[in-house]
């Protein structure tokens, strides 16, 4: 046998964990701590080297509400199953008595409504967003403080052994799912930290004096949530996150992703509808400021982006004033200070329009062609879909 010393690179990642981290990091801003966390637990499971016996991962995500909770599960199932809605979904706070676990477990035969029950926490629900690829199944309990005893224990059995007894006495076998629980818990004490120098903080995510604030919030966050949980339920977590408040970079960020997320609303009501828009930046710091509250997050900016912009383009749909193959520009009124919606172009080609965003439309939707002058509009709408 060959005597060798070859150093080996434990850091490096396997190229389909690198492509999650990449295409994670363009969905998601200022959470990096998250991903990492979701991208480490996918290399583990996906080269056989989770622990067995218990699900892929249980993540605790604390934090203030529009941090990107919630979004970064779907965001992961998106990226690994095609789709942010195949995920099952427990909003611990409809569960709080203990006769409604019946909801999620089914009652045990012979009780009334046995048959007519359809557990939410079945192996159909867990496995039912399986692709040919991807065998993982996601399953997020959105606010876990507002739990009842019953359903603590028997998330305490799924945490610790993966599985679930149903009332039926059928098993629920967890192994294949990541377990995501969320709770707003310690955003109080986050935003106490951070009030008298808000701007600054949330400003510079991430660098010198801002980061030995945030590693003092994250603290403090997790010692709310030590204090409030029972230490059964601390040690069965892989990991607590604490996601940061967002900032005005961050939120000029996020307002680019959903501006493309509106423009695939647009493309998803087919062909004939399709039609392309673009912001100019008067219009998208109109935008950043309507839709900047340090309380609500991202949340606060994307309820602007619907009634400044989108409500006025379903009118403008409705009116026929915009129709299929029209390129929009989006501007600010300065007289008015509001938006205004320009037609710059009309008649464009659907494959015009899919290679000036950089997505796809369904397969149908390519079949209806038009003449494009492409060239004429490629040079603003470089700046949206970049
Ligand atoms: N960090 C982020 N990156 C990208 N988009 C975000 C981010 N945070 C929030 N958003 C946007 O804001 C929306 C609301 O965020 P989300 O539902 O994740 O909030 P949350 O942290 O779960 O809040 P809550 O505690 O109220 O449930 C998301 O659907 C997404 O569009
Ligand atoms: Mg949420």
């Not at 935003?191 to 980061?211: H, I, K, N, W, Y």
């Not at 967002?246 to 695939?264: A, C, H, S, Y």
């Not at 009116?319 to 509001?338: A, K, N």
């Amino acid at each position: 046998m060959a005597c060798m010393h070859i150093r080996l690179n434990p850091a490096r990642m396997g190229s389909e964990t690198e492509v999650l981290e990449q295409s994670l990091r363009k969905l998601i801003v200022g959470q990096d701590e998250a991903i990492q966390a979701i991208v480490r637990v996918y290399q583990m499971h996906s080269t056989g080297m989770s622990l067995p016996g218990r699900p892929i991962a249980n993540f605790l995500f604390l934090g203030p509400t529009g941090s990107g909770k919630t979004r970064i599960v779907e965001a992961t199932a998106e990226c690994l199953l095609g789709n942010s809605r195949a995920l099952v979904k427990i909003d611990c706070g409809e569960f709080q008595h203990s006769h409604e676990i019946a909801k999620l477990i089914g009652s045990p035969p012979g009780y009334m409504g046995h048959h007519n029950t359809n557990p939410l926490l079945s192996q159909e629900a867990l496995d039912q967003h399986f692709t040919c690829k991807t065998k993982i199944s996601f399953v997020l309990f959105d606010e876990i403080e507002k739990a009842s005893d019953a359903l603590w224990n028997l998330l305490l059995g799924i945490l610790d052994k993966g599985t679930l007894t149903l009332g039926d006495n059928r098993k629920v076998d967890f192994s294949r799912a990541m377990i995501f629980m969320t709770s707003n818990l310690g955003a109080a004490e986050m935003s106490a930290l951070l009030s008298p120098r808000f701007g600054f903080a949330v400003q510079t995510q991430g660098s010198g004096e801002t980061g030995r604030l945030e590693n003092k919030i994250g603290r403090s966050v997790q010692e709310a949530a030590r204090r409030k949980f029972a230490p059964e339920f601390i040690n069965r977590l892989d990991k607590i996150v604490t996601f940061k408040p967002l900032g005005t970079n961050q939120l000029r960020q996020i307002l680019d992703i959903e501006l493309k997320r509106v423009q695939k609303r647009i493309f998803s009501g087919g062909p004939r509808r399709s039609f392309i828009f673009t912001a100019t930046n008067r219009a998208k710091e109109l935008l950043l400021r309507e839709g900047t509250d340090a309380k609500y997050g991202a949340r606060h900016l994307k309820r602007a982006i619907e009634r400044l912009l989108v409500q006025p383009m379903s009118n403008l749909i409705a009116t026929e004033q915009v129709r299929g193959g029209d390129c929009i520009r989006i501007d600010l009124d300065r007289s008015v200070d509001r938006l205004n919606f320009i037609r710059e172009e009309e008649g464009l080609a659907v494959s015009a329009m899919t290679e000036l965003v950089g997505f796809a439309l369904p397969a149908a939707a390519m079949a209806t062609s038009t003449s494009a002058p492409l060239e004429t509009i490629r040079t603003w709408t470089s700046t949206l879909f970049k």
